[in-house]
Each structure stands twice: as C-alpha cells, then as structure tokens.
T-cell receptor
Framework: GAVVSQHPSWVICKSGTSVKIECRSLDFQATTMFWYRQFPKQSLMLMAT?????????EQGVEKDKFLINHASLTLSTLTVTSAHPEDSSFYIC??????????FGPGTRLTVL | KQEVTQIPAALSVPEGENLVLNCSFTDSAIYNLQWFRQDPGKGLTSLLLIQSSQREQTSGRLNASLDKSSGRSTLYIAASQPGDSATYLC?????????FGTGTRLQVFP
C-alpha cells in the first residue's frame, strides 16, 4: 500500500509554455501533499505544501504565481509551471501524507525547458 | 531554522565493507527521522523511519540509530554490495515538514 504516482515522468517543453504535473495517491487519501524540487547532485528542497480544498502554502523564495498548485481532491494534486524558462528545468518530486508522521514519495518528473 | 547535514558527501568502497553514514541536525525537536535511498534519475525509496521515542531501527543489512539530544543519526550498512550504490538521504520531520540532508553518494565496487 501507500503508492504515489506522478505524471508525466518526463517532459520537454519550449520556453514560455506552461507544464502541468500530476501527483496521485493511488491507494489512500491524502489531505496533504508536498512538492519538492531537486537540482542535479543536490538534495530535495520543499517548494510548497498542498492541502485539499485550500490554498497551498509556499516556502520562502518560491513564486506562487509561477508554480501554481491545485489540490482538488484527496487523491490528486497538480503543479503547473507557468511560462517555463530554462532555469526551471529540474526534477520535481511530490509526496503524499497518509497519516500524521509519514510521507510517501512519487517517482519524480524530469522537466527540461528548451 | 532546521539544518540537516550529511557526512561524508561521497564514499567509494570495495564490496564487503561495513559502512557508516552520518546525519546531523540542528533542532532536536523532531517527530521522526527517515533514511531514503535515491538511484540516479529516480524517486525516493524509504529505507528506515525512526520515531523520536526510538533509538534505532533495523531492516536486513541496514541499521539506523537516532540520538535526538545530540542531533545525530547514523545509517549502518553491513557487508556492502554493488547494488547498494546510490545516494542516501536522511530527512527530519518537524513542524509538519520534512527537511532533507545534503546526501551521501555511495559507490560500492566489485
């Protein structure tokens, strides 16, 4: 149990376009999901916390108008990178919290902006 | 602000060696600590989770200890194998967030 999926697993887009990444908890309900970003050979940095039915909470330095997060149901959160630029190229990973203390991670999405 | 550091940053060893990876954190008010494995270009695989009230957890050849008062955790890998090659991340859970360490890149060669 406790499987989290992400779609797509990789995406290449042109600069200026928007890209949507989906995060789904397949076998449990998650009131809270998290979005992380990872640059090559670096650790995961939390971008935002997504709560079902309410606005996401963004970490300091993360532009909320650029990284739009929607958590419309207990099993789905989406991250939209708006007007993507090459510096947004990164590995994006989501996680879903099943209970108070443990998060389960998706396989990640590799975004490349040309 | 919680900061999590891992030492060493990289490690290359012959197979069969017993290894110790270190993780330190600055704020001891944590709910739990978790060790993950990440293969290149892949997501995270949870290895061990230690609750704040626990001292250690074991799974197969892996043993993780936690000393909350000193802000330290160690991951012990016994009889390392080439398949253990990956990046190992520790993460502490406090204030509803997971804060990740800097990672240790491990290479085990035959």
């Amino acid at each position: 149990g406790a499987v989290v999926s992400q779609h797509p697993s990789w995406v290449i887009c042109k600069s200026g376009t928007s890209v949507k990444i989906e995060c789904r908890s397949l076998d449990f309900q998650a009131t809270t999901m998290f979005w992380y970003r990872q640059f090559p050979k670096q650790s995961l940095m939390l971008m935002a916390t997504s709560n079902e039915g309410s606005k996401a909470t963004y970490e300091q330095g993360v532009e909320k108008d650029k990284f739009l997060i929607n958590h419309a149901s207990l099993t789905l959160s989406t991250l939209t990178v708006t007007s993507a630029h090459p510096e947004d190229s990164s590995f994006y990973i989501c996680s879903a919290r099943r209970d108070r203390l443990e998060q389960f991670f998706g396989p990640g999405t590799r975004l490349t902006v040309l | 602000k919680q900061e999590v550091t891992q030492i060493p940053a990289a490690l290359s060893v012959p197979e069969g060696e017993n290894l110790v990876l270190n993780c330190s954190f600055t704020d001891s008010a944590i709910y739990n600590l978790q060790w993950f494995r990440q293969d290149p270009g892949k997501g995270l695989t949870s290895l061990l989770l230690i609750q704040s009230s626990q001292r250690e957890q074991t799974s197969g050849r892996l043993n993780a200890s936690l000393d909350k008062s000193s802000g330290r955790s160690t991951l012990y890998i016994a009889a390392s194998q080439p398949g253990d090659s990956a990046t190992y991340l520790c993460a502490v859970h406090n204030t509803d967030k997971l804060i990740f360490g800097t990672g240790t890149r491990l290479q085990v060669f035959p």
